[in-house]
Structures are given as structure tokens and as C-alpha cells.
């Protein structure tokens, strides 16, 4: 008996619990527009082989879902977020081999990016914070522009670029911390790191047609701030 009355209290318990819970909806849906700082590099035996690094810009949008919302405990959050970006970055590196020659020329990207996250929010006045997890997908295209360099006689020479498709998805975890500035402004403040579980690179040779590789993956580190005016 004693075992049923035990039984009996927990099932009430979990109900008022569950009750006390319930789903927020859609709680915010907004136009991201975001400028990145991009850096690439590539090496071989230790010995850099090219670098690129300029300004990207991406725009798309962004949706949380209120899954579960508990007061004081906090809420269950989905987030959505879907994004194209591009953008032109300068290139110091050097041909291919067997010729490697100094070159400096432009490299064009281009791609898409989704992302949905799952978090608790907790709230407190107003900062809240956000431990996440979740899975991406990214594609883009990397278009190495056509150059002159100086070969080993002194003489410039023209040189090919190439073609690159990439794809990657890739698993992230991280936090995400908000501060209520005004009912209009809200900043925050966003870092964890990432794994990719599969990447493809498709390369579009000009003399020698297309090669696939799936390069490893590596643990990198992603940190984003900004700013929301007046959510949708």
C-alpha cells in the first residue's frame, strides 16, 4: 500500500508539473544579415601553401520555437536558421605543382548554410542564458580567378585558376548569452565549437577535369555577436 500511495504521488506530481509547463509558440522570427571575417589557409609538411582572408556578407532567416516553457525552470528552444553569404577575399599563395610560382589574386565564394539548434533558455531580469546543441549543413563553391606570376626565369608567365564544391555537415555545441537592452533592442552573444562528421571537396581542374576528396575532420571553434531590433 505504502508503494501505491508513493506511486500515486509521483504520477500527481509529473501532472501538475506537466500542466505548469506548456508550448510558447513561435518566439521570434527575423531577418538575419551578417558580415564574416574569412580566413583560409592550407599547408603541406608544415609549409603554407596559400592563405586567403577578407570580408564575407550572408542574409537569411531565423526562427525560434518555444517548444516548452517552464517558469521558473526555463524554456525548450528549437532554433532554425538558414542563410546564403558570398562574397569576393584576396589570395597569396602559389601555383600548382609542379611550377609553384608566388601568385596574388582574388578567390570568389558563394554558398548556403542551415543550422537548427536545440537549448534551454534560462532567464534572469535581464540576461538569459543558453547552452545549445545541434547539427549544420554548408555548401559553397570557391572560385580561384585566373592570375599572372613570375616564374623561375623571371619571365610572367599566365596561370589557371580552379573550381572548388564543397559540403560539410558538421555537429556544434555551444552557449549563447542575451542581454534585454529595451523593449526594442536586444543584443547577444554566441561561441562554442564544431565538428564535421562528412566533408566533400569536388575540384574542376581546367586541363584535367574534376577530382572528389573527403578530407578528415578537425574541431574548430565559431563566435558570433550582434543585435535584434524589434522581433517579428
Known amino acids: 500500500m505504502k508503494l501505491l500511495r508513493l506511486l500515486a504521488i509521483l504520477i ?24 564574416q571575417y574569412f580566413q583560409w589557409e592550407e599547408f603541406y609538411n608544415g609549409r603554407r601553401l596559400l592563405r586567403e582572408q577578407g570580408w564575407l556578407v550572408g542574409a537569411g532567416p531565423l526562427l525560434y520555437l518555444n517548444l516548452l516553457q517552464s517558469e521558473p525552470a526555463g ?17 597569396t599563395g602559389e601555383t600548382q605543382p609542379p611550377n ?9 565564394y558563394v554558398g548556403v548554410k542551415g543550422e537548427i539548434d536545440l537549448g534551454w533558455r534560462l532567464t534572469v531580469k535581464k540576461v538569459s542564458v543558453e547552452p545549445f546543441g545541434g547539427v549544420g549543413y554548408r555548401w559553397w563553391l570557391r572560385d580561384l580567378q585566373d592570375s599572372t606570376a613570375v616564374n623561375n626565369s623571371g619571365n610572367l608567365v ?13 555537429a556544434r555545441a555551444g552557449g549563447r548569452i542575451g542581454y534585454k537592452v529595451s523593449d526594442d533592442w536586444h543584443t547577444f552573444c554566441e561561441g562554442g565549437a564544431k565538428y564535421p562528421f562528412y566533408t566533400s571537396n569536388t575540384v574542376d581542374f581546367t586541363e584535367t577535369g ?13 563566435a558570433e555577436i ?3 531590433y524589434r522581433k517579428i
Request: proline share 4%; glycine share 14%; charged share 15%.
Open 12 to 35: 500527481l506530481f509529473t501532472a501538475s508539473e506537466v500542466n505548469a509547463a506548456q508550448f510558447g509558440g513561435v518566439e521570434e522570427l527575423s531577418v538575419n544579415l551578417s558580415p
Open 75 to 91: 524554456s525548450l528552444l528549437l532554433k532554425g536558421k538558414a542563410e546564403v553569404f558570398g562574397g569576393v577575399v584576396g589570395y
Open 100 to 108: 609553384t610560382f608566388p601568385v596574388r589574386t582574388d578567390v570568389s
Open 158 to 170: 599566365k596561370v589557371s585558376g580552379y573550381t572548388e564544391f564543397w559540403q560539410s555537415g558538421y
Open 210 to 222: 574534376e577530382l572528389t576528396t573527403k578530407p578528415g575532420g578537425r574541431w574548430s571553434a565559431f
Open 226 to 228: 550582434g543585435a535584434i
